[in-house]
């Protein structure tokens, strides 16, 4: 029985989902930020994990943002999701813990790999240049859940979930991923007439899950799941950028002829499909219609930005 379930990175996007949901779950939840225990720290994290004794750890803390933040720190994106990882897993280790559901990303998966892309393609090529250092440190997961099964009998799991978006994401500018980002632009620029600018011409594509879908697909593995098999769990729904973009003008009542692509930016890879039909086969998960999710987004930042600023994530903070 998992009577605890700790769950780090709870200040993030996935974070405060599982918060928002875990009403509807038996456990006891104990919810860490980055204030309550640098992950990084290998003995700060034995000693926190220690103090709150948890049967679960839900691992969602990461280094995260987008392409240009990526880019810039591919060393410290590295090091520091390398680092927590293994905090985790060492902790959970050493203190007997029941339980650990680790985090992955679809940016790890090499864009050459086949479409959509399965769980047995993560190792089949390169990570793309543009993410390579968070893209290699979430890559690791996968041997680490398998050598710390087998070695040391560790019940960890793994989940790949794909682009993540909903209230209480990242809206900083600096470091925010697309998704988040453009929401803050399109606000912040409805009552000009400047032009809202967007990196690449629109054309990557990709799948983004709601927040609570992506909250309880961790807690679906955190109580039902134990195969050393990663799963990629993210919806399959796919939009392009352009369109993604011309939602979000159409629910911030902007005209879409204000859009301005700028193609002398960097775009990133065209596409990551992802193959989720193992995740559901086993879970049953419904997801969140996109247009729904993102609409529900939007009404969260716009009364948010407007009533409740303090609550905003609209300043650089890269570690949940």
Same mark, same amino acid.
Request: charged share 25%; glycine share 8%; hydrophobic share 40%.
């Given at each position: ?20 949901v ?16 640098d ?13 709150? @004794? ?12 987008g ?29 007997g ?8 990303? @679809?940016?790890?998966?090499p ?7 399965r769980?047995?393609y ?50 900083n500018?600096?470091?925010?991923p ?41 807690l679906?593995?955190? $109580?039902? $799941?134990?195969?050393?098999?990663v ?29 301005f692509?700028?193609?002398d ?18 879970s ?19 009364d ?17």
């Amino acid at each position: 029985m998992i009577r605890k379930i700790l769950v780090t990175g709870s200040s993030a996007v996935a974070g405060t989902a599982v918060r928002a949901v875990s009403g509807e779950y038996p456990s006891e939840f104990v919810f860490a930020t980055s204030k309550d225990c640098d992950l990084t720290d290998a003995k700060a994290a034995q000693d926190y994990v220690a103090a709150v @004794a948890p049967d679960a750890i839900i691992h969602l803390a990461a280094v995260s943002g987008g392409i240009g933040l990526s880019a810039a720190h591919h060393a410290s994106m590295l090091r520091d999701n390398t680092l927590m990882t293994f905090s985790v897993l060492e902790a959970a280790r050493k203190l007997g813990v029941g339980k650990v559901v680790m985090a992955l990303t @679809a940016g790890a998966y090499p864009p050459d790999a086949p479409l959509p892309y399965r769980e047995e393609y993560l190792h089949a090529g390169p990570s793309h240049g543009s993410n390579y250092g968070s893209s290699y440190a979430k890559r690791l997961i996968e041997p680490a859940i398998r050598a710390y099964r087998s070695e040391y009998g560790l019940k960890v799991v793994g989940l790949v979930p794909n682009g993540i978006f909903g209230p209480n994401d990242n809206f900083n500018y600096q470091d925010a991923p697309m998704l988040p980002a453009l929401i803050r632009r399109f606000h912040e620029g409805r009552d000009s007439a400047d032009p809202i600018e967007i990196w690449g011409d629109g054309s990557p594509v990709r799948e983004y899950t709601f927040s609570e879908d992506v909250a309880r697909a961790f807690l679906w593995a955190a $109580y039902h $799941y134990d195969d050393d098999q990663v799963l990629n769990s993210g919806t399959t729904e796919a939009s392009s950028i352009r369109d993604i973009a011309l939602m979000i003008a159409e629910f911030m009542g902007v005209d879409p002829a204000r859009i301005f692509f700028n193609t002398d930016k960097p775009s990133s890879v065209a596409r990551r499909d992802t193959d989720n039909s193992r995740f559901v086969a086993l879970s049953g998960m419904a997801y969140t219609p996109f247009r729904e999710g993102l609409r529900r987004t939007v009404e969260w930042f716009v009364d948010a930005y407007e009533n409740r600023r303090d609550h905003v994530r609209l300043y650089s903070k890269t570690k949940g």
